[in-house]
């Protein structure tokens, strides 16, 4: 299941949350695989925060549990990785003169072993099963950002929240050790 939702936000709120986007600290070291090199930087959110304010707190029977935005700068070479069980939801942040050469796609890699790109199309919101192989692409020429939501069964979201006072990291994505504030 990969359902896209185009001009999910409104313009106003969009650009706040592109302002957003662009002003926060960023931190180093979310792996994706323990046997592979961290790529991008992330920023994670508080679920009581404004920026999450915007989406949805639940999907069907699944719960918000961790929000985050990605950061990936022109020219990286992500990691295909699985975010555990649930439903991960993307919002895709960047220019308005977005060109396919550009690049930024999420891959995600279907039961039927068929890899499907998503274009990375400004402010529209990508949701598909957390248990799919996916990446993201770096753009060419400029910064990747996206803001990600990660929903789960609400019993195991409890435990999640309690692990560290809000968000656990998902199963599938750990948080190395090696943690760097860039700016």
């Not at 692409?137 to 990747?144: A, G, I, L, M, N």
Request: aromatic share 12%; net charge neutral; proline share 4%.
């Amino acid at each position: 299941m990969i359902n896209i939702q185009n001009n999910f936000l409104t313009p106003d709120v969009y650009k706040k949350v592109e302002d957003y986007c662009y002003q926060a600290d960023y931190y180093y070291g979310e792996w994706d695989n323990p046997n592979q090199v961290p790529t991008g930087v992330i920023h994670n959110l508080k679920l009581d925060s404004e920026i999450v304010s915007y989406f949805p707190n639940n999907i069907n029977d699944l719960s918000l549990y961790r929000a985050y935005i990605n950061l990936f700068n022109a020219g990286e070479n992500p990691n295909f990785h699985i975010d555990g069980e649930g439903l991960t939801s993307l919002l895709y942040i960047n220019t308005e003169d977005y060109r396919l050469d550009q690049g930024g796609f999420t891959e995600i890699l279907t039961d039927q072993q068929h890899l499907v790109s998503v274009l990375p199309i400004r402010n529209s919101l990508v949701t598909f099963d957390a248990k799919a192989i996916h990446r993201a692409t770096s753009f060419r020429s400029y910064p990747r950002f996206t803001v990600a939501l990660k929903y789960g069964i609400k019993s195991d979201v409890k435990e999640r929240k309690l692990a560290d006072g809000q968000a656990q990291k998902p199963k599938g994505r750990t948080n190395g050790s090696r943690k760097k504030k860039v700016q």
